[in-house]
């Protein structure tokens, strides 16, 4: 598919949920992510976004690992707003996201100072601050210590949301629930990324309805829904998830000189080449994954079936 058709296709499905649709009664506000480092839109982004009547962004401002040359807690990307044309009359919802192994790492008394140095670099002018982090059992009580750290260093005005995996969803009692004001479920990364027979890991219609079915009937939070719209290619190397190359060109994977196309969403690396700044060898494969309309359809109609906020916003994730 190339990509007008690409952009096109999703921007017409967008299209139809924009600003105005109602879930069981409920006003549904259209947001999207914004996850580059570089905050700039493009005439065209404003042109679209202005046409779905989208005033809502939530724009990575931050994202927080583990070095590992020395297991220092540290940035590895921060926004940088280069261009504000387009912004004005938008919503801004920064957000921090912050890998599992950091909450493996942090001790207790370094959580209050974690939690003040997010803050300095997201502000508090904004009216919602999202920190996006796949927990686990071993992480929840660090994880959500510093939830309660970060709640309790915003103005009232300020509400604080944490994202919400569809395992953590379906099993509350098991997971937890963050001590936040609000959740964003993410309806996607349903599959196993790590296994290279997967067939799409970004979005199984199979695999999130066995979430959505027998998931408690009222969530302890307020839910927004999160919807994928983004494409990447996994690379394994020695049948191990290596890297991942995001958006990438269907030109590039169709040159038969570097790629053999074993499959619709199949490529194995013929000879050495870089690309998109990854240094791909003879023998590596990958998976194209993308969403197709089904899929989106499908995702959009499990949605209507959450018991989503009064107020609730579907955000596609990414702009």
Not at 173 to 179: L, Q
Request: some cysteine; charged content about 25%; aromatic content about 10%.
């Amino acid at each position: 598919m190339n990509a007008f058709r690409f952009t096109t296709l999703f921007f017409s499905l967008v299209a139809l949920f924009a600003c105005g649709k109602k879930n069981k009664g409920r006003f549904v506000e259209t947001a999207f992510y914004h996850w580059q480092t570089v905050l700039q839109l493009s005439p065209a982004q404003i042109q679209r976004l202005d046409s779905l009547g989208c005033r809502r962004l939530y724009v990575k401002a931050l994202d927080l690992g583990v070095l590992p040359e020395t297991g220092e807690i540290a940035p590895f990307s921060q926004l940088e707003i280069a261009d504000s044309t387009g912004l004005e009359g938008r919503v801004l919802i920064p957000c921090v996201f912050i890998t599992n192994q950091v909450f493996q790492r942090v001790s207790s008394t370094q959580i209050p100072d974690l939690a003040r140095k997010v803050l300095e670099v997201t502000g508090m002018q904004a009216p919602e601050i999202q920190i996006d982090c796949d927990w686990t059992a071993t992480t929840q009580q660090p994880y959500f210590e510093f939830l309660r750290e970060i709640k309790k260093r915003l103005p009232p005005a300020c509400r604080l949301s944490a994202t919400i995996r569809l395992h953590q969803y379906k099993f509350p009692k098991r997971t937890g629930v963050p001590p936040v004001d609000r959740g964003m479920l993410m309806l996607y990364n349903t599959g196993n990324i790590d296994d290279p027979a997967t067939q799409n890991s970004i979005f199984a219609p199979s695999d999130a309805r066995k979430y959505i079915a027998g998931a408690p009937r009222d969530y302890p939070l307020p839910l927004d829904v999160a919807l994928p719209l983004f494409s990447w290619a996994l690379v394994y190397r020695h049948d191990e998830l290596w890297k991942i190359w995001p958006d990438p060109d269907t030109t590039e994977l169709n040159d038969t000189a570097f790629f053999k196309v074993t499959g619709p969403d199949r490529r194995t690396v013929l000879q050495e080449t870089f690309r998109n700044g990854l240094f791909l060898r003879p023998g590596d494969q990958l998976r194209i994954e993308k969403i197709r309309q089904d899929d989106m359809n499908e995702a959009r109609a499990l949605a209507d079936r959450i018991d989503m906020a009064e107020d609730a916003v579907l955000a596609y994730f990414h702009l």
